[in-house]
């Protein structure tokens, strides 16, 4: 494997980290999945905002289209209701384009609430690409809320239209994904999610050598998970405090 010489194209944007198996972008999710080559990764696995203007200690701090930044408090830029629907529709539209035959787009999104802002991505998945799956990811802690705490996220899954997608989970592979959620404060990331789920979904969906592309990849779960697997991967989020915590972390290849 040889990462990024045999990577045929360029991106009009400077890496911030170059590795012998993967690429990281400090840079606007939008901006660079508009350059993005077609054709070009087997995977998108990612976790963007969810739209609830999230903080570990706050929470939901209004419904307002307010932007945060994390200095502000623990939270995600961008989290807001129309900023995270912006980003979800370009991501889904991008992926079709992006995406190599046989390729999949897995993509976090929030389960249980009042909130079904996951039915809209669903929809939009089934007009722009093939509409797989709804997986869960049951977090094995409680969350969010005071009556039905949150203990599951959706996982939502299209392909590619066009071919068969990768499929390497045999016949025993499940829809409910249980893995303890680790703790943000562990990784000073207000939302990590555990290297074992992500590796779990890019061994389903990809072969060795593949490149797995994360769009908004805060501390770099789905890349740690690439490399642990033997993939490469493309990274990119535009806090440049993630990024640096992302290459402390690949370079550890482990998960300190
Ligand atoms: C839910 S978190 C991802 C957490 C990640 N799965 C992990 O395990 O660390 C969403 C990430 O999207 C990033 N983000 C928000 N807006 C972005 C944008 N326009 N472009 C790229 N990244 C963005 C945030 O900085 C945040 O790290």
Redesign the pocket.
Known sequence: MNFPSDYVWQLPFAPSYVASNGLLYC????S?LLEFPSNSVSMIL?????GVN?RSNAKRTSSSDEIHS?QEGNC????TPI?ASM?YSLLIHESQRILRPGGCLCC?AKGGGSDLSFSHYVQLMRRIMEFKQIAVWDRQRLGLGRHYRQCYEFVLVAKKRGAPCKWRGGYGTGNVFRFKRPSGSV?Q?????PIEL?AHLIEIHSDPGDIIL?????????LLAAQATGRRYVG????SQ?ISACEARLERKHDA
């Open positions: 840079d606007d999710a939008a660079v990612t976790d963007p905002p969810y999230y994390p995600i830029k961008n989290d900023r980003y976090f990784f990331h207000p939302t990590p999610k992500m994360d769009p908004f990849c805060g501390h770099g779960s789905t990119i989020d535009i806090e993630h």
